[in-house]
């Protein structure tokens, strides 16, 4: 019962308030009471970050992930259970469900165990695949620990992932070893933008069912770079889910070990990595808020000292067309605690659209200042030649990061009768101009040397 006295005393020093952005709520569905204490240092650690923890049992009667019609929790951890369905309130409709209510989720996989078919659904419906049969795990003869698993080699030792993709943030970078332990092993579907690879399987690893007697794999289920052992999931809404092929990694005995890798010892670093995970995924870091958002017409500011125009008006209704606009949003990155500048990662930019039916400006906003806990872009542009109703529109989505999208309407008018150029302002116009007065000024020559010309003589024929 030691582990019971170390949670309560990290439950009485931890913070009051949760350092997830979107509460503290946490649920962790756990069958056996018993297996509790093999994950206290990680239950720990969550108590200890400000996280309220609700142990429940998947059978129990009285679980609900909803009361009265809104999410009893904020966020809920799925460890394996021994057996194959997780009750009435854990189908795969009512995690969906939470989802949709901007609920996160944690789903810990483990070979030892069958899948739950509800857990299976919901996969199937993320585009997430796992092996249909119980027992297949991910092997590897090269990247193994040569001590827990010298024969079997279903221990990989794998380095933290240092980039995930050029142009997108990394939260789960780290240093040293990450221990993956009888790993259940994940594809991903191609066709969805949601989805997402935190740590992958080496090149040389693959998926094997040790009940399989042979010496060959023929048809295995994945292989290489196409398994996932890590894998997340980030709805159009923010939700996020995160799918851990391995629960040991979760457990105690992997967050200090020591392990043996090509012959070398080392010490594995999972406890800082599931704490980069569990960070990300109960929405402690990569969350995005936008703060003042202000356009204006940027036309300069009047010479004169009274003018109203002065100073322009914030947010217009209107504008007219071929007016100087200038655009400003502040941006905050949520980070454990606090919100902080926003720095978009090496050749990524928020982009503005300034759009009808189709944009007619598409603008990469470009930082302008920064505040405590903000970042200030902006960008200037001149309406289009085109009057109606138009957007300015921000769209943002990252793996990641938190969706942003923020959409301001205005109405864009023609022109009035009286701020039209005065034809003499136009230069191109002179030469019409000249023209037409010297047209006016030879009729006047013509008809003045016409009225002061004498007429002429007539002449008298004489007759006899």
Same mark, same amino acid.
């Given at each position: ?60 009667? @009285? ?13 809920? %951890? ?25 609920? =996160? ?22 585009? %997430? ?122 457990? =105690? ?24 995970? @569990? ?29 109203? @125009? ?7 209704? %209107? ?44 603008? =990469? ?10 970042? %200030? ?88």
């Amino acid at each position: 019962m030691r582990w019971l006295f170390s949670l309560l005393s990290l439950a009485l020093l931890g913070a009051v308030h949760a350092v997830s952005f979107t509460g503290s709520r946490l649920l962790v569905v756990l069958e056996d009471a018993k297996e509790q204490e093999k994950y206290g240092v990680f239950l720990g650690d969550l108590t200890a970050r400000g996280f309220h923890l609700t142990v429940e049992s998947p059978k129990e009667s @009285s679980l609900s992930l909803f009361k009265h019609g809104e999410r009893a929790y904020d966020h809920v %951890i799925l460890l394996p259970t021994k057996s194959k369905g997780l009750g009435p309130a854990l189908t795969a409709g009512n995690i969906l469900e939470f989802m949709k209510k901007e609920g =996160n989720v944690l789903l810990a996989l483990s070979s030892e165990y069958a899948t739950p078919t509800a857990l299976q659904s919901l996969l199937l419906e993320l585009d %997430i695949h796992i092996p249909s049969d119980k027992g297949a795990l991910v092997v590897d003869h090269f990247n193994y620990d040569s001590t827990s698993a010298e024969e079997k080699h279903d221990v990989l030792l794998l380095p933290y992932p240092k980039s995930l993709k050029p142009d997108v943030k990394n939260y789960f970078a780290g240093e040293g070893v990450i221990a993956v332990p009888r790993a259940v092993g994940q594809t991903l579907g191609n066709d969805s933008p949601l989805i997402a690879p935190v740590l992958r399987a080496p090149s040389t690893a693959y998926s094997y069912n040790p009940k399989d007697e042979a010496d060959i794999v023929e048809d295995p289920f994945a292989v290489g770079g196409q398994l996932n052992l890590v894998s997340t999931v980030q709805a159009l809404n923010s939700a996020r889910l995160t799918v851990v092929g391995s629960s040991e990694m979760l457990q =105690n005995a992997w967050f200090s070990e020591k392990a043996t890798l090509a012959g070398k010892a080392v010490k594995t670093a999972n406890r800082d990595f599931v704490e980069k995970v @569990s960070s990300w995924t109960f929405k402690e870091t990569g969350v995005l808020k936008v703060g003042k958002l202000v356009h204006y017409l940027d036309e300069g500011v009047s010479k004169k000292p009274n003018a109203s @125009s002065a100073v322009p008006e914030n947010n217009p209704k %209107i504008y007219r067309v071929k007016n100087n606009v200038a655009f400003t949003v502040e941006i905050s990155e949520y980070s454990n605690t606090h919100l902080t500048p926003f720095v978009p990662a090496t050749g990524d930019s928020v982009q503005l659209e300034f759009s009808m039916l189709s944009p007619f400006h598409r603008l =990469n906003l470009k930082p302008l200042s920064q505040t405590a806990n903000s970042t %200030i872009f902006g960008a200037s542009f001149k309406t289009p030649d085109q009057h109606g109703i138009f957007n300015f529109h921000i769209k943002y989505n990252r793996p990641f990061l938190t969706n942003v999208e923020e959409k301001r309407q205005v109405t864009v008018r023609h022109f009035a009768h009286d701020e039209w150029p005065r034809s003499w302002q136009i230069s191109g116009a002179w030469v019409w101009i000249g023209g037409i007065w010297v047209t006016v000024a030879g009729w006047l020559a013509f008809v003045a040397l016409w009225l002061y010309s004498a007429p002429a003589e007539k002449i008298v024929k004489k007759t006899q």
